[in-house]
T-cell receptor
Framework: AQSVTQLGSHVSVSEGALVLLRCNYSSSVPPYLFWYVQYPNQGLQLLLKYTTGATLVKGINGFEAEFKKSETSFHLTKPSAHMSDAAEYFCAVRANAGNMLTFGGGTRLMVKP | NAGVMQNPRHLVRRRGQEARLRCSPMKGHSHVYWYRQLPEEGLKFMVYLQKENIIDESGMPKERFSAEFPKEGPSILRIQQVVRGDSAAYFC??????????????FGPGTRLTVL
C-alpha cells in the first residue's frame, strides 16, 4: 500500500521568491515519484518524475525535486517564482510494478506580484 | 500528435439518470486509466484497462459504475442512476505500455460531471 501527504493545501509566495512544495510518501516497495501541475479547468501536466538513478530530478519550467529515501520525501522547488506558476500541484507515487498513481491532496500555489 | 481527448468536457445530469464519459487515448496508446477528483481533493484511481480487458478495477465503486475499452473506439466510463455524490471531475489518462516499464501516463482535460 502507498500514500502521499502534501503538507500545506495553500502556499503563497511573492514573485521572484523561492517555491517549496512539500511531499512525503509511504510505500512498501521502491517507488516511482511524480509531480503534476493542474491549471484551472485543465488536466494534469507532468512536471517531473523520479524512477531510478540520480536523486535530484529536473523538470519543466525550472522546477526540480529531490528524492530523499531516508526522509521519504520528494519536495518540489523552484528558485524564483513567476506569476504563471500559480496553479495546483500534485505529488503522486506509484509502486514500480503497480498500475495506478496515488495522489496527494494537492497544494494550491499563489504568486503575489 | 493530439493528446488524450475527453468528451464531453462538462456534463449535467439529474439524479437517477445515466452518465457516459468518453476517452480517446493518445495515438499508439493502448493503456487507459480513469481517475476521479472530488472537490478540493486529489485524484483517486478508479480503473485501468487495456484493449478489451479490465486489468485493475480496485478503485471502482461496486455498484452503478462500469468501464470498457473496446477494440475499436474510445474508452467509456458509465455511471448509472447518478447521485449528487457522483459530482466530480473525471480524468482519463493513457500510456503506451506497461506501467512497470516506467511508461508515463498522459492526462486528458477531464469531464466535469454535475448532478442536480
Amino acid at each position: 500500500a502507498q500514500s502521499v501527504t502534501q503538507l500545506g493545501s495553500h502556499v503563497s509566495v511573492s514573485e521572484g521568491a523561492l517555491v517549496l512544495l512539500r511531499c512525503n510518501y509511504s510505500s512498501s516497495v521502491p517507488p516511482y515519484l511524480f509531480w503534476y501541475v493542474q491549471y484551472p479547468n485543465q488536466g494534469l501536466q507532468l512536471l517531473l518524475k523520479y524512477t531510478t538513478g540520480a536523486t535530484l530530478v529536473k523538470g519543466i519550467n525550472g522546477f526540480e525535486a529531490e528524492f530523499k529515501k531516508s526522509e521519504t520525501s520528494f519536495h518540489l522547488t523552484k528558485p524564483s517564482a513567476h506569476m504563471s506558476d500559480a496553479a495546483e500541484y500534485f505529488c503522486a507515487v506509484r509502486a514500480n510494478a503497480g498500475n495506478m498513481l496515488t495522489f496527494g491532496g494537492g497544494t494550491r500555489l499563489m504568486v503575489k506580484p | 500528435n493530439a493528446g488524450v481527448m475527453q468528451n464531453p468536457r462538462h456534463l449535467v445530469r439529474r439524479r437517477g439518470q445515466e452518465a457516459r464519459l468518453r476517452c480517446s487515448p493518445m495515438k499508439g496508446h493502448s493503456h487507459v486509466y480513469w481517475y476521479r477528483q472530488l472537490p478540493e481533493e486529489g485524484l483517486k484511481f478508479m480503473v485501468y484497462l487495456q484493449k478489451e480487458n479490465i486489468i485493475d478495477e480496485s478503485g471502482m465503486p461496486k455498484e452503478r459504475f462500469s468501464a470498457e475499452f473496446p477494440k475499436e473506439g474510445p474508452s467509456i466510463l458509465r455511471i448509472q442512476q447518478v447521485v449528487r455524490g457522483d459530482s466530480a471531475a473525471y480524468f482519463c489518462a493513457s500510456s503506451p505500455g506497461l506501467p512497470a516499464l516506467g511508461n508515463e501516463q498522459f492526462f486528458g482535460p477531464g469531464t466535469r460531471l454535475t448532478v442536480l
